[in-house]
């Protein structure tokens, strides 16, 4: 009889262990945020531009007018820095050592509070964010169709405000399906252009119109307690124009690092551009909107213009364009979030067919919302205080006092505290202010318009 050769026990357990550290590396490859690392620093500067200017801006001449000249500058400005300064240290946390980064906002909250912890802080706050994000750009951009359609031909009959959100939300069964930031670069590249055009179209056009006849810079609220809540929501408004920091570390995640080059060199000068960009829309359209109509202007400045018909259908085209690209860096991180769990937690294997359901699901949800409540200046001031506070103004601090531990009483701790104090009042009273006026706006209305 032969002798039976023995088995190689080494070999299959080497192949094992192979296995296990190629699966995780397959997956991370399939992901749409770890998919690619070859951005470079203006990839950082056209996203976050993309991402922070878009419908907010439109209401900023409103904001303005609920909080008055002195209040609404200040908070203005003081908005700009802080959020400036919270990017900055969400860059400088992206990676804590060479070879250790992290790529998603939730990975950082761990990192600082634990890994359970950190998950039930922050994914439900950036869920909200994101979803409630898609869902007031889905509303945008059907209203902006709606008024390109009315603007263009006025003479036509009306069509219902629901199927132009449909018609937007129809681009996004298509867009969504592109696997990842890197391949969405042209689409936010447009749209960031697009954001400084309506911007300009918006503050030119205004000092064009010139100071309205009968212009009030009073609150107009007729009662005190209606001066007050619009006063709240206005800060809702004002921090949902300033919110981005949901998709910055996912951002960052597609820069290539190395020990001598670390993508936070890439990344913060983006960012410097991006915020450059950012005032050269906010601050115009802003202080010249509510300059020249006072406490009468709409929550969208577009409105108030009305003419000449084709400046402002070319201004709400660019609208369109814009939040189209605002849409899809917003929703990549949800995307990102659903396939990890059903890939990683529910091992479905990492295939188009099950990106093509989950992103067409997404997409139909946001939609569905968007035409049953599209209450625009409501939602700006509700998801803007409830949710951007936290992710924009002050939990970067919180980590950052976790993580690097200042020194206490030093200019640092000082700094972290301050801005804490400022985004938690943020979060407590913008979202009474948008919660009034989506209930206000509810007793008149009725269900798909």
């Known amino acids: 009889m032969g002798t039976q050769a023995p088995i190689d026990h080494t070999y299959d ?18 992901l749409p945020i770890t998919y690619s690392r070859n951005a470079k620093w203006w990839h950082s500067t056209f996203h976050n531009v993309t991402t922070m200017v878009g419908a907010g801006v439109l209401g900023l001449p409103y904001a303005m007018a609920e909080l008055g000249w002195g209040p609404g500058v200040a908070v203005l400005v003081l908005s700009w820095t802080i959020t400036l300064y919270t990017l900055w240290q969400m860059v400088e946390m992206h990676e804590m050592g060479p070879g250790r980064r992290f790529d998603r906002y939730h990975e950082l909250a761990q990192h600082a509070f634990g890994e359970k912890l950190g998950l039930y802080i922050v994914v439900p706050q950036q869920l909200i964010v994101e979803v409630g994000v898609n869902i007031v750009y889905m509303v945008t951009g059907g209203k902006s169709l709606q008024m390109f359609h009315d603007a263009v031909c006025w003479s036509c009959k009306k069509i219902k405000t629901t199927y132009f959100i449909m018609i937007f ?6 867009l969504s399906h592109l696997p990842n930031f890197n391949s969405i670069a042209g689409i936010s ?14 503050w030119t056009a205004s000092l064009h119109k010139g100071v309205q006849p009968y212009v009030q810079y009073g609150y107009g609220a007729k009662s005190t307690a209606g001066t007050v809540f619009n006063f709240f929501g206005a800060l809702g408004d004002i921090a949902f124009a300033y919110g981005g920091h949901h998709v910055v570390m996912e951002i960052q995640a597609t820069i290539p690092s190395t020990p001598e080059k670390p993508s936070k060199g890439q990344m913060w000068r983006g960012v410097l551009v ?13 202080l010249i909107g509510y300059w020249i109509f006072g406490n009468s202007v709409k929550d969208n400045i577009l409105i108030s213009l009305g003419k000449p018909a084709w400046l ?15 849409y899809q860096i917003s929703a990549r991180p949800v995307f990102d979030m659903i396939e990890t769990v059903l890939v990683k937690k529910w091992h479905f294997k990492p295939t188009r067919t099950l990106r093509f359901i989950t992103r067409n699901i997404y997409v139909a949800f946001t939609m569905f919302i968007a035409i049953t409540f599209p209450f625009f200046g409501g939602l700006l001031s509700f998801f803007g205080g409830f949710a951007f506070a936290p992710t924009t103004y002050f939990l970067p601090c919180i980590m950052w006092l976790a993580i690097k531990k200042p020194r206490r009483f030093s200019l640092s ?4 505290w301050i801005c804490i104090v400022i985004g938690v009042l943020l979060m407590v009273l913008a979202p009474i202010g948008g919660l009034r006026q989506i209930i206000i706006q509810a007793k008149t209305y009725q269900f798909y318009p």
């Open 13 to 30: 357990r080497q192949r094992s262990v192979k296995e296990k550290l190629e699966k995780p590396k397959v997956i991370d490859d399939w």
């Open 413 to 416: 701790w000082w700094t972290n």
């Open 189 to 202: 590249l447009a749209a960031a252009i697009m954001s400084l055009s309506y911007c300009t179209i918006a």
């Open 274 to 286: 991006a915020y450059i960009v950012v005032a050269l829309c906010y601050f115009p359209v802003a």
């Open 169 to 174: 939300a129809s681009v996004h069964y298509l």
């Open 312 to 326: 402002i259908a070319l201004a709400n085209m660019f609208v369109v364009v814009h939040v189209i690209g605002s």
